[in-house]
């Protein structure tokens, strides 16, 4: 699902809050957050503040935002109490939401769901970790919490050491959505690390994605117009064929085939890679090593979001990313191709295009690979054609009728 777009509004002197406000209100986006912890002023003159917010938010939703110092917090928010505030906000109702800390007082954040069991201010339950990104286990168990708190939505936001501290809060995020489909979240990794998380969590069920106009509210928030472009692309619309597999299983042949048949534009993912690089693939692979390749692949997937319908046929290794995986299949339908491995020796053995074959150039290495691959293969697919022994005409008219587009 494509996210909300929410900007921060982070000034600290009500004229300024207003202003902030005002200018959210003229721009391509959702949701604006107050975060209350930034403002200098009286905690009495708060309601008034939202209710003057959601006046010039117009239709756009307003998320209240109570943080403390310990959360991550402006100084400013423990000069509040905390609870008697939330109370008020979710009693006035004039927010959309109000985003609280559920390992402050679990029991409180209970009681307050629960004693407003119908109110119109949808209460956020939210964790936060500065300093490091904990275990998928705990971060589902923190999405859960929320959820069992009685909370509307649950937000987790921690700090990336390493891309794969990210990767593993959208694996936590897919896994609690997987559990409890309905229950919304939004999640997100910090920092410049995990920038990816704004752009690419919507693909996992993160449902707002946190970006700037002005100043950030935490780091590794980026410009909003950079977070609207890639959704624009990516949630186009389901459009393309994407055929994936692994070499030589005829992905070139079937999709010129394809594309003469459907009358549709053919993309070849690696000779895209090879234009923008103005190098071969075996040279990038060479000179850059095939984890620099893997990104540009991971990159250059953004841009075909928005093209007219297409033919996309993809390098052998692209189905071996999930976010690949999930950008591809925001985009379209995802054939795989299969073919025995003598088949596939057969048609790769004099290629000198392929760097994953050097020196390996034989059946059993082939058999090796493929059995390794299978299962990511297997795991992307929609549609499954197998390709020995048969004319392209046949297996494009096939991939056609499988994707219902004759
Ligand atoms: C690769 C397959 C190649 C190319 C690169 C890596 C792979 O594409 O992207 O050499 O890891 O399987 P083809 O499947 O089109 O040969």
Not at 119 to 130: M, N, P
């Amino acid at each position: 699902m494509r996210p909300k777009i929410c900007i921060p509004i982070v000034e600290s002197l009500r004229d300024a809050i207003a202003a902030q406000a005002k200018k959210i209100a003229g721009l391509p986006v959702e949701m604006a957050e107050w975060r209350i912890d930034f403002y200098a002023g009286y905690e009495r003159e708060i309601p008034g503040i939202i209710r003057e917010l959601k006046k010039y938010l117009g239709q756009k939703e307003l998320i209240a935002t109570l943080r403390t110092e310990a959360e991550g917090g402006e100084e400013n928010g423990s000069r509040f109490d905390y609870f008697s505030l939330a109370e008020e906000i979710i009693a006035q109702g004039a927010a959309d939401y109000v985003d609280l800390e559920i390992e402050r007082d679990s029991g409180r954040i209970m009681e307050i769901c629960k004693k407003n069991a119908d109110r119109r201010t949808k209460i956020i339950g939210s964790c936060h970790d500065f300093r490091k990104t904990p275990s998928a286990g705990f971060l589902v168990e923190m999405l859960e919490k929320a959820k069992m708190l009685g909370c509307d939505v649950g937000k987790f936001a921690c700090m990336p050491k390493t891309v794969e501290d990210t990767y593993r809060v959208f694996s936590a995020t897919a896994a609690m959505k997987e559990k409890f489909p309905d229950f919304p979240l939004i999640t997100m990794s910090m920092g410049k690390i995990g920038e990816i998380s704004r752009l690419y969590g919507g693909l996992y069920g993160s449902e707002v994605s946190f970006g700037t106009a002005g100043k950030e509210s935490a780091p590794g928030q980026m410009d909003y117009r950079r977070m609207k472009e890639v959704f624009d692309s990516l949630y186009a619309g389901k459009r393309h064929i994407v055929l994936i597999g692994f070499m030589g299983v005829g992905k070139t042949t079937i999709s010129c085939e394809l594309a003469k048949m459907s009358n549709r534009e053919e993309i070849d993912t690696d000779c895209r890679i090879a234009e923008k690089e103005k190098q071969s693939i075996s040279r990038i692979f060479s000179t850059k090593g095939e984890e620099y390749f893997r990104n540009l692949e991971t990159d250059m997937i953004d841009g075909l979001g928005k093209l007219p319908p297409s033919v996309i046929s993809c390098g052998g290794g692209m189905a071996l990313r999930d976010l690949n995986v999930r950008k591809l299949r925001a985009m379209g339908d995802i054939v795989l191709l299969k073919a025995e491995p003598e088949t596939i020796w057969e048609r790769v053995r004099h290629s000198k295009s392929r760097p994953i074959l050097n020196g390996n150039m034989n059946i059993e290495y082939i058999k090796k690979l493929l059995k390794e691959r299978a299962p990511y293969y297997e795991k992307a697919a929609e549609h499954v054609v197998m390709t020995d022994r048969r004319m392209p005409e046949e297996i494009a008219k096939e991939i056609l009728e499988k994707c219902g587009k004759i």
